[in-house]
């Protein structure tokens, strides 16, 4: 494997992460799995999720920190941009904005703020959310949910119920966001699942 500095790592994950955004669609990709087909020796792995942070910050993909830790990462507009702008050599990328999603976590009680509004009950997204990248969602919600040691076993059930409704209803040609909203709150009080929450409720706008 080829040893590399933390740059010459999180550029060649930023051009994979384009030509897979190219050749397979908008998806939430592994840090990890790209830079083992790419035969990067990775030092450290704390590299992933400083390469994920740096990535926000920049605002070239948005990213999924996962348990133990996994990053998975979706190019941006912006990021599409950036890579398209240094190939060209018409930018030197530093017009990238920052662009990060935020979740604040109150205290030590596993509560985390939940900021969705949704007007009504009856409130429908206009289409189905990508099968993949809610699958990769839902998988590592449930992990994270599994692997809780705060929750009771009782508490454990019903928010795995709740997320199997939740990837139900996003399966749907039009899935009813009020009845989603509803699911969100109480995985919203819990904060090993605060990443993919905030998500899926981004996901109703």
Same mark, same amino acid.
């Given at each position: 494997?080829?040893?590399?500095?933390?740059?010459?790592?999180?550029?060649?994950?930023?051009?994979?992460?384009?030509?897979?955004?190219?050749?397979k669609g908008?998806?939430?990709?592994?840090?990890? #799995?790209?830079? =083992?087909?790419?035969?990067?020796? @990775?030092?450290?792995?704390?590299?992933?999720? &400083?390469? /994920?942070?740096?990535? *926000?910050?920049?605002?070239?993909?948005?990213?999924?920190?996962?348990?133990?830790?996994?990053?998975?990462? #979706?190019?941006? =507009?912006?990021?599409?941009?950036? @890579?398209?702008?240094?190939?060209?050599?018409? &930018?030197? /990328?530093?017009?990238? *904005?920052?662009?990060?999603?935020?979740?604040?976590?109150?205290?030590?009680?596993?509560?985390?703020?939940?900021?969705?509004?949704?007007?009504?009950?009856?409130?429908?997204?206009?289409?189905?959310?990508?099968?993949?990248?809610?699958?990769?969602?839902?998988?590592?919600?449930?992990?994270?949910?599994?692997?809780?040691?705060?929750?009771?076993?009782?508490?454990?059930?019903?928010?795995?119920?709740?997320?199997d409704e939740?990837?139900?209803?996003?399966?749907?040609?039009?899935?009813?966001?009020?009845?989603?909203?509803?699911?969100?709150?109480?995985?919203?009080?819990?904060?090993?699942?605060?990443?993919?929450?905030?998500?899926?409720?981004?996901?109703?706008?």
């Open positions: 494997m080829a040893r590399v500095t933390f740059t010459e790592f999180f550029n060649q994950l930023v051009e994979q992460l384009y030509l897979l955004d190219q050749e908008s998806h939430y990709y592994p840090l990890p #799995e790209i830079a =083992g087909a790419l035969d990067i020796d @990775v030092p450290d792995s704390g590299w992933f999720i &400083d390469a /994920g942070h740096a990535l *926000q910050d920049q605002g070239i993909a948005k990213c999924l920190f996962l348990p133990k830790g996994m990053v998975h990462a #979706e190019l941006t =507009g912006k990021g599409r941009m950036f @890579v398209e702008s240094n190939r060209d050599g018409s &930018d030197d /990328g530093n017009n990238v *904005q920052h662009e990060v999603n935020v979740v604040n976590v109150h205290g030590n009680s596993n509560q985390i703020a939940f900021t969705g509004k949704h007007s009504s009950i009856s409130q429908t997204l206009p289409s189905p959310v990508d099968s993949e990248t809610l699958a990769t969602l839902i998988r590592a919600a449930k992990n994270a949910l599994s692997s809780d040691a705060n929750l009771t076993d009782v508490e454990r059930r019903e928010h795995l119920g709740d997320l939740i990837e139900r209803q996003f399966s749907k040609t039009k899935p009813d966001a009020g009845i989603i909203s509803r699911l969100l709150e109480p995985l919203s009080k819990v904060a090993s699942v605060g990443n993919f929450i905030f998500k899926f409720n981004e996901f109703l706008h």
